[in-house]
């Protein structure tokens, strides 16, 4: 753990690296709606547009 909100995972294997940095995001994955959860470095996460208030 680098600081609060970065986390390098590294490794030998590649294909380990890759299983464990996915199940590592499983548990919070990014939302499409306010952009939390667990992303990628350098992740660009296309946010979607909340429902409009009716009046």
């Known amino acids: 753990v680098e600081n609060n909100t970065n986390v390098i995972v ?3 294997n590649k294909e ?3 299983n464990t940095a ?3 995001r499983a548990v919070r994955p990014p939302e499409v ?3 939390k959860g667990i992303r990628y470095a350098g992740e660009m ?4 547009a909340g429902k409009s208030g009716k009046k």
């Open 10 to 12: 590294t490794g030998i």
């Open 16 to 18: 380990l690296v890759g």
């Open 22 to 24: 996915a199940r590592i």
């Open 33 to 35: 709606y306010k952009g």
């Open 45 to 48: 996460i296309k946010l979607k």
